[in-house]
């Protein structure tokens, strides 16, 4: 079926990292986008990727894989202010602009 | 960075009643978008929004669903009659629409209890 899945939970350490995963399985694809989201507030954009490949873009990188409908988000230097839910969301139809989200991954950053 | 306002932030109304969602998106942004989500599930497309006209929708957006935004001020999302499925969170989002970049700007939403 068409869906985008996350893991639920993801617990990490202060100072470490963390790598978010993302599987999707749409009937199209034109862009993946992450976001960040805290309790009762607006989810925040962190990244879109469109081609395959790492994407640097300092405290969050972005990796996609199209041939494997698989993307991730690697939070390095984590501090404890990370702690979050993590939203990865595709579209699917090409000039379409609606995003299929997955159910989020909730990132726990410990001391 | 730019803010999507979203007016009230919670609303519990008697099923069959009329609500009126309101969002104050990005001065500059010419697309504009409703989600919905339930507790512990993901977020959901419902519509998109451009130049005054419905763009794209989800099989979400009911007949009892409709959108506008009169004039350049709020875009409104409105449910006629409601039902207690329409209980969730209401996320609106804009954007600038141009290429193919995917960042959306959302509000923190308008949570709605249908009794």
């Known amino acids: 079926g068409q869906g985008v899945e996350q893991p639920a939970k993801l617990m990490s350490v202060e100072g470490t990292f963390a790598r978010v995963n993302c599987t999707y399985s749409t009937s199209g694809f034109n862009g993946l986008s992450w976001y960040q989201q805290r309790e009762g507030q607006a989810p925040v954009f962190l990244s879109y990727v469109v081609l395959d490949g790492l994407k640097d873009s300092g405290h969050f990188s972005t990796f996609l894989s199209r041939s494997n409908g698989y993307s991730y988000l690697l939070l390095t230097e984590l501090q404890i202010k990370d702690s979050a839910s993590y939203l990865c969301a595709v579209r699917d139809q090409q000039g379409g602009r609606a995003l299929i989200f997955g159910t989020g991954t909730t990132v726990s950053v410990s001391p | ?115």
């Not at chain 2, 010419?30 to 419902?46: A, D, P, R, S, V």
């Not at chain 2, 009911?62 to 959108?67: C, P, T, Y």
């Not at chain 2, 350049?72 to 600038?96: H, M, N, R, W």
């Open chain 2, 1 to 115: 960075g730019p803010k999507v306002l979203q007016i009230p932030s919670h609303q519990i109304i008697d099923m069959g009643q009329m609500v009126t969602l309101n969002c104050d998106p990005v001065s500059n942004h010419l697309y504009f978008y409703w989600y919905k989500q339930i507790l512990g599930q993901q977020m959901e497309f419902l519509v998109n929004f451009y130049n005054g006209k419905v763009m794209e929708k989800s099989k979400l957006f009911k007949d009892q669903f409709s959108v506008e935004r009169p004039d350049g001020s709020y875009f409104t999302l409105k449910i006629q009659p409601t039902a207690l499925e329409d209980s969730a969170v209401y996320f609106c989002a804009s954007s600038l629409g141009t290429g193919g970049a995917g960042e959306q700007y959302f509000g923190p939403g308008t949570r709605l209890t249908v009794l």
